[in-house]
């Protein structure tokens, strides 16, 4: 399994052969460090644990900087199951060359925080009707039932207002339509969770 970190930047278009254009966002992606390689006989289960990003190491935990070593200080940590992890070995670099044009890819982030937002926003509801006198509750979430059907309390997982986005998202079948080693860059077809500089996780 090919796996990669990177940081959310802003999108762009890209013209393909035929002069079709397609929307893309960039990621810069990478390096990452292996930190440590995990097995089912010493850890209970098979995982690389990457790290990304610098971090000073007067910010980072003690145990932190005894585990990095001499493997430098990463601002983040993070564990991947590749389906081979015996060729992954403590202190090897991985970039963005694991990856190639026309790749198929699922993206993990933390999507954007909205708010307090009320059921038309956050759930989709259709709202009132536009007649008869309606005029201040065009966007209310109407009858939550009670009564008879909950026995006087509000069911688990009633859909109401509430704190919208900040939650982890993935989008899967995503492509890869760019790579450049050089910079540590990536671009992706679509849009993916997050705002620019968010840490998005990368599966191949």
């Known amino acids: 399994m090919k796996f990669m970190l990177g ?12 002069g079709a254009v397609s929307a893309a966002t ?22 690389v644990q990457v790290g990304f990003g610098s971090k ?10 005894g585990h990095f070593k001499d493997l430098g200080m990463f601002r983040y940590l993070r564990e991947f199951s ?5 060729e992954a070995e403590r202190g090897k670099v991985i970039d963005v060359s694991v990856f190639a044009p026309g790749d198929t890819v699922s993206v ?15 759930h989709g509801f259709h709202g009132g009707p536009r007649s008869h006198g309606q005029k ?14 909950a026995g006087g309390r509000v069911v ?19 492509h890869v339509l760019q790579v450049d080693a050089a910079t540590n860059t990536l671009l992706i077809s679509g849009a993916v969770p997050g705002r620019p500089g968010t840490l998005v996780e990368i599966r191949g």
């Open 7 to 18: 940081t959310k930047g802003r999108m762009t278009q890209i013209f393909d052969d035929k």
């Open 26 to 47: 960039i990621i810069t992606a990478g390096p990452l460090t292996i930190t440590q390689v995990k097995d089912k006989e010493k850890d209970g289960y098979d995982a």
């Open 56 to 65: 000073k190491e007067k910010n980072i935990a003690k145990a932190q900087q």
């Open 82 to 86: 590749p389906g081979a992890a015996s």
């Open 108 to 122: 993990s982030a933390i999507s954007k925080g909205k708010g307090f937002q009320g059921v038309v926003k956050r």
């Open 136 to 149: 201040n509750k065009e966007r209310s979430p109407g009858s939550i039932g009670g009564g008879g059907r």
């Open 156 to 174: 688990k997982g009633m859909r109401m207002a509430g704190r919208m986005g900040g939650d982890r998202v993935t989008v899967k079948n995503l």
